[in-house]
């Protein structure tokens, strides 16, 4: 029984991984922490203007916008012409600022991206780790209970020869 000990040794404790591997972290954290008001607002915003609610908004704002200029009663038309010089103005106003806002949130949403995978990667290793460990120490005891079953057999023999 003295060579099962000495194989139960080598067998990885989870004392020893934990002490391998880094804590897991919380990238929601990490990244809150990280970003700066301006950033915070960058993301906001790029994910308001990403949705789906908001593409609505800008299409009713839109046909409204260009309905009552062009059917509405000629006095009251605030933007009256085939040109529609100030919906255009004030559409190109709107994707000139929010334009850079959205791909700065989107480098921000990116650089979350990373930080999650890096974590995923790190879970993986330390779990591929325990896993080895817990197929290591089930190898062994079936090692063990293969040789205690080869002794009980022959302790039975020696016993029926007698």
Not at 71 to 100: K, T
Not at 135 to 156: A, K, P, S
Request: aromatic share 10%.
């Amino acid at each position: 029984m003295q060579g099962f000990a000495n194989e139960a040794a080598n067998v990885p404790k989870l004392v020893d991984i934990n002490a391998r591997f880094a804590p897991s972290r919380n990238v929601n954290v990490e990244l809150a922490r990280s970003l700066s008001p301006s950033e915070r607002l960058a993301v906001w915003v790029t994910d308001r203007v990403g949705s789906m609610g908001f593409f609505f908004a800008i299409a009713i704002w839109t046909i409204l916008w260009l309905g009552w200029n062009t059917v509405g009663p000629a006095e009251l038309r605030f933007d009256p012409g085939p040109s529609f010089l100030a919906w255009l103005f004030v559409s190109n106003l709107l994707q000139l600022h929010l334009m850079p806002l959205i791909m700065v949130g989107q480098n921000l949403q990116d650089r979350y991206g990373e930080l999650v995978a890096n974590a995923d990667f790190d879970i993986s290793q330390r779990t591929e780790a325990e896993v080895g460990a817990i197929l290591q120490h089930l190898t062994n005891q079936n090692d063990v209970m293969l040789e205690i079953l080869r002794r009980v057999e022959g302790l039975e023999r020696d016993r029926a020869s007698r």
